[in-house]
């Protein structure tokens, strides 16, 4: 059974999570192990229910042998946790490959990429679109042959730029041939949102019901996130994401900001009476995987990144320390489980150094509170640096107060 068709044709959204694939175009690496922990961490978020909620792409196996291994080792070890897909090109021998790295794991995938449009087949192929996308269904026939226990999924690279009656067709020819999954790919990142929708509206309509679209959106305009949504307002219920972010140049969508989205106002994009989930995601897990991911890939966490960023959470001025909900869009420690922490800035009011204060164990009057204040702020200027770390505002505070917390 395809858990993951099922689940879409059902209305149950899937996540395609690209971090281990795609990621590695931004010049990352992760070992191995780290896809194994990656699947099972990503998985978890829909507890049993993670293999007809995630696509876990592990790899390309055809970069070489240790990245065969790496794809193979996901495949066994995370078998259960996520659906395993392993990607490759469109060349008979790649698909053997990537059949062979996922053979035997429980609800494995391959995911072939073809091109779509007659500038990229030109490049890729070396012959016009109509033919790389009629070869594309011999590939889908004879993937199934080798396993038919593998889902072979077709992607359409620079579906974009690519016509959407052709795509429409050899979506419902490889459909019918075999495949899981048709994936319409902004692989320049270059689409609006409107045309992003519409592109999505027209193949959908073009097709039959037994096909099931799936969407795969770079980042390079800044709207992955945006042409994401309006996929999922076209009907669509197969995602790719990626953990923060990281794919090819500008990256992709960020999963952590497409689940929480999802989660919290996913009635808005796919109607009031849908039913997303087989099992709702653990927000709270979202924080705790984007720095494993950050540890490992060397991409840190920014102060404004969304959901995950070390700004989450934060207060630095008067205001919203009395009123942090109206401030922020939900609460962090309710919903994402990050406790709120306030942090000392040239921008404290008395309340803010009295409250940093008062964590480190001091309890100011109203003149040391003053004078604390003027302190941190002459400070900063002098400095160039806005936050006062705890250490340093302890040490001052002594001086101050005559006292060692």
């Excluded at 698909?95 to 007659?118: F, L, W």
């Excluded at 009123?323 to 869009?329: R, T």
Aim: proline share 4%.
């Amino acid at each position: 059974m395809d858990v993951v068709r099922e689940s879409a044709q059902a209305g149950r959204v899937v996540l395609w999570e690209e971090s281990a694939r795609d990621g590695a175009q931004a010049k990352t690496l992760m070992g191995a192990d780290f896809r194994v922990r990656l699947a099972h961490a990503t998985g978890r978020i829909f507890g049993a229910d993670g293999p007809r909620h995630v696509v876990f792409a592990a790899g390309f196996p055809a970069v070489c042998a240790e990245e065969f291994e790496a794809v193979r080792q996901v495949a066994v070890e995370a078998e259960g946790a996520v659906s395993v897909a392993a990607v490759c090109r469109g060349v008979d021998r790649d698909v053997e490959q990537a059949v062979a790295s996922v053979r035997g794991s429980r609800h494995a995938r391959v995911m072939v990429v073809v091109p779509a449009s007659d500038a990229m087949a030109r490049v890729m192929v070396h012959q016009p679109a109509a033919q790389a996308l009629q070869a594309a269904t011999d590939l889908v026939k004879r993937a199934r042959d080798q396993d038919d226990s593998v889902a072979v999924d077709i992607c359409l690279a620079d579906a974009s730029r690519a016509d959407t009656s052709l795509m429409a067709h050899h979506a419902q020819a490889v459909t019918d041939a075999g495949a899981g999954l048709v994936v319409l790919a902004d692989t320049v990142g270059a689409q609006l949102p409107d045309n992003c929708r519409d592109m999505f509206t027209h193949v959908r309509a073009g097709c039959g019901p037994n096909v099931v679209l799936a969407s795969h959106l770079h980042n390079d305009l800044g709207l992955g996130l945006a042409n994401t949504l309006q996929a999922l307002a076209a009907g669509v219920r197969v995602v790719s994401g990626s953990w923060l972010g990281i794919a090819e140049r500008a990256g992709m969508v960020a999963t952590e900001q497409l689940l929480f989205l999802l989660a919290r106002h996913g009635g808005e994009w796919l109607g009031a009476d849908s039913e997303p989930w087989w099992t709702a995601p653990d927000l709270a897990r979202l924080p705790h995987i984007a720095r494993m991911v950050a540890r490992e890939t060397g991409v840190p966490l920014g102060v404004t990144t969304p959901i995950v960023g070390t700004g989450v959470g934060t207060i630095s001025t008067g205001t919203p320390f009395v009123h942090p909900e109206l401030f922020q869009p939900y609460d962090p420690r309710e919903v994402l489980g990050i406790e709120p922490h306030v942090v000392l800035t040239q921008l404290a009011s008395t309340r803010v150094v009295t409250a940093v204060a008062a964590r480190l164990g001091h309890s100011l009057d109203a003149d040391q509170t003053r004078a604390a204040m003027h302190w941190a702020k002459t400070r900063a200027y002098r400095t160039g640096e806005a936050v006062t770390d705890d250490a340093t505002f302890a040490v001052y505070l002594e001086g101050l107060t005559g006292s060692t917390a």
